[in-house]
């Protein structure tokens, strides 16, 4: 008999926050998709002239998070004024954004800590409604599997 399962996006629930300016709880509503990419490579192969492989093993949590939302949605309102703040802020401010992502039913959480935008988001004009995707940095992205 086949093995089945099941994901649904409404079971994920994640929580974007920045110190002085607040946080927003993400359930589905707004948002088209998100992911979550890390960036370093974590192994890399060094061939000598004789064909001999040193293999490094490399440390990093670095990537990114990004979040495509409606273009009317709250999700996209409270990111746009999330940019706009951390943008004005002193410098200090600018890396203080953190997102914890929970997929209960897949066993699954990311903690991102230390999060910058990429840049603000292009805003689209057009006879139907669109997606803004936002694109956040973050030094630290722990996966963990529960």
Same mark, same amino acid.
Request: proline letters at 3%; glycine letters at 10%.
């Given at each position: 008999?086949?093995?089945v399962?099941?994901?649904?996006f409404?079971? *994920?629930?994640?929580?974007?926050?920045?110190?002085?300016? @607040?946080?927003?709880? !993400?359930q589905? &509503? @707004?948002?088209?998709e998100?992911? *979550?990419?890390?960036t370093?490579?974590?192994?890399?192969?060094?061939?000598?002239?004789?064909?001999?492989?040193?293999?490094?093993?490399?440390?990093?949590?670095? @990537?990114?998070?990004?979040?495509?939302?409606?273009?009317?949605?709250?999700l996209?309102?409270?990111?746009?004024?999330?940019?706009?703040?951390?943008?004005?802020a002193?410098?200090? *401010?600018?890396?203080?954004?953190s997102?914890? !992502? &929970?997929?209960?039913?897949?066993?699954?959480?990311?903690y991102c800590?230390?999060?910058?935008?990429?840049? &603000?988001?292009? &805003?689209?004009?057009?006879?139907?409604?669109?997606? *803004?995707?936002?694109? !956040?940095l973050f030094?630290?992205?722990?996966? !963990?599997?529960?």
């Open positions: 008999m086949p093995t399962s099941t994901y649904s409404t079971d *994920v629930n994640a929580t974007i926050s920045c110190p002085g300016y @607040g946080s927003f709880s !993400i589905g &509503e @707004g948002v088209g998100m992911n *979550v990419s890390k370093t490579d974590r192994s890399v192969h060094d061939v000598a002239a004789d064909g001999s492989v040193m293999v490094s093993k490399i440390a990093g949590n670095n @990537g990114s998070v990004t979040i495509n939302a409606q273009q009317t949605s709250a996209h309102a409270f990111l746009q004024g999330l940019f706009n703040y951390c943008w004005q002193d410098t200090s *401010v600018w890396t203080t954004i997102m914890t !992502i &929970e997929a209960p039913k897949m066993g699954k959480t990311d800590s230390g999060g910058s935008f990429v840049k &603000e988001a292009d &805003e689209p004009f057009q006879s139907q409604g669109q997606r *803004v995707s936002w694109q !956040i030094a630290d992205i722990q996966r !963990i599997q529960l």
